[in-house]
């Protein structure tokens, strides 16, 4: 069946770094944008970053640029987010979604907290 | 960038009820490219609705959404036990989401 499954979060110090990754199965990965999304504790979704089938087209949040990367590896079916210089602020729950005009598959999300 | 503004933050209705949620931009939204998803607590957000209209693959005819410009409503026509959670609306031209309503049993 279509599945997305994150892995990588975990407990990461101010400043620290984290690569997520999220393994798809199930459809033709190489066929759709995927994006990131994040949900802080108790709070609403935020949208991360976003890229395209071949990987050239990237877009991502103003606020997280430069700190979050959005690579993906369609031979792998799939999609990583590189995080640096990690803040407080940045603990959440990160979902990965496949874009079908509407974020139609969504995986169960992995969880990244910052703290010292 | 557009700021998706939603009301009410909550609704509180019973079953059987009709609950009609709004999703305001802040600028004209291109094309209608507008979402909705619904999440229950300890889940990932479900695609209800897309290009403001649209429903998603398996979803009830319960559902519905409209709108257009500036304004989109979603609207859930006989509220059933399972659709008590929280409501997002997200505009996709680029992307950002609204900071979503819950809809709670009165």
Known sequence: QVQLVESGGG????????????AAS?????????????QAPGKGLEWVSYISQSG??????????????ISRDNAKNSLYLQMNGL??????????????????????GTTVTVSS | EIVLTQ????????????????????????????????????????????????????IPDRFSGSGSGTDFTLTISGLEADDFAVYYCQQY??????QGTKVEIK
Not at chain 1, 11 to 22: A, F, I, Q
Not at chain 1, 87 to 108: H, I, K, P, S
Not at chain 2, 28 to 40: F, I, R, T
Request: glycine share 10%; proline share 4%.
């Open chain 1, 11 to 22: 407990l990461v110090k101010p400043g620290g770094s984290l690569r997520l990754s999220c």
């Open chain 1, 26 to 38: 199930g459809f033709i990965f190489s066929d759709y944008y995927m994006s990131w999304i994040r």
């Open chain 1, 56 to 69: 050239v087209a990237i877009y991502s949040s103003d606020s997280l640029r430069g700190r979050f990367t």
């Open chain 1, 87 to 108: 803040r407080a602020e940045d603990t959440a729950v990160y979902f990965c979604g496949r874009w079908n005009e509407g974020l139609d598959v969504w995986g169960q």
């Open chain 2, 7 to 58: 009301s009410p933050g909550t609704l509180s209705l019973s079953p059987g009820e009709r609950a009609t949620l709004s999703c305001r931009a802040s600028q004209s939204v291109s094309s209608n490219y507008l979402a909705w998803y619904q999440q229950k607590l300890g889940q990932a957000p479900r695609l209800l609705i897309y290009r403001a209209s649209i429903r998603a693959t398996g």
């Open chain 2, 93 to 98: 031209s680029p992307w950002t989401f609204g």
